[in-house]
């Protein structure tokens, strides 16, 4: 079974500032990750996942994340966020050869943007 | 841009009562979801759902739940006899695919209030 801990429950920023929200997972097989994204009042959509090959993948809206299997992690960044940035963000992970690919998620992180 | 749909956004029932929570998944989906998220905590995986039959749930996914799909458009939640601790935010999702390489296309959620 994996598991997957965002440490920061909410990071504020200034606009035009850099931002990395923190993911690290737990699993004893090979793992698909991902990151979610949720404006207020909507569902959760898709920014950008790993599935094999390089390591650092770039998403939506600017948004790209790092693999690091040593270090068990897929932090997100965005060098320059906006007002709009101002959302939830849920990362997770899914096995992918453990039968289920059914995502495990974590509690999610609260980006607030200042002006 | 074709989206996963939710009824109602929001639903108020006393303890006890049965509800009935609605889904319309994108019309070319095989693949559906619900996933329910108790305030402050994890998004968590009730069940999954493919050729008319469950086939994962999660062991939160207790007799008092069920899931239909009454018709070719609608899929359905339905809580039994509803408690306190019922009360979360629901999300409906659907997949093309059943694997880990298919994107999640998530609903805007029900809020789900157990008085």
């Known amino acids: 079974a994996q598991s997957v801990t965002q440490l920061d429950s909410q990071v504020p920023v200034f606009e035009e500032a850099p931002v990395e929200l923190r993911c690290n997972y737990s699993?004893?097989?090979?793992?698909?990750l991902f990151w979610y994204v949720q404006y207020p009042n909507q569902g959760l959509q898709l920014l950008l996942k790993y599935l094999s090959g390089s390591t650092l993948v770039k998403g939506i809206n600017g948004f790209e994340a790092e693999f690091n299997k040593s270090q068990t992690s897929f932090h997100l960044r965005k060098p320059s966020v906006h007002i709009s940035d101002t959302a939830e963000y849920f990362c997770a992970v899914s096995d992918v050869s453990g039968g289920s690919y059914i995502p495990t998620f974590g509690r999610g992180t609260s980006l607030i943007v200042h002006p | 841009e074709p989206e996963v749909t939710q009824t109602p956004s929001h639903q108020v029932t006393q303890m006890g009562q049965e509800v009935i929570l609605r889904c319309v998944p994108i019309s070319n989906h095989l693949y559906f979801y619900w996933y329910r998220q108790i305030l402050g905590q994890k998004v968590e995986f009730l069940v999954s759902f493919y050729n008319n039959e469950i086939s994962e749930k999660s062991e939160i996914f207790d007799d008092q739940f069920s899931v239909e799909r009454p018709d070719g458009s609608n899929f359905t939640l339905k809580i039994r006899s509803t408690k306190l601790e019922d009360s979360a935010m629901y999300f409906c999702a659907s997949t093309e695919g059943g694997t880990g390489v298919y994107e999640q296309y998530f609903g805007p959620g029900t809020r789900l209030t157990v008085t």
């Open positions: 699993s004893s097989v090979s793992v698909y």
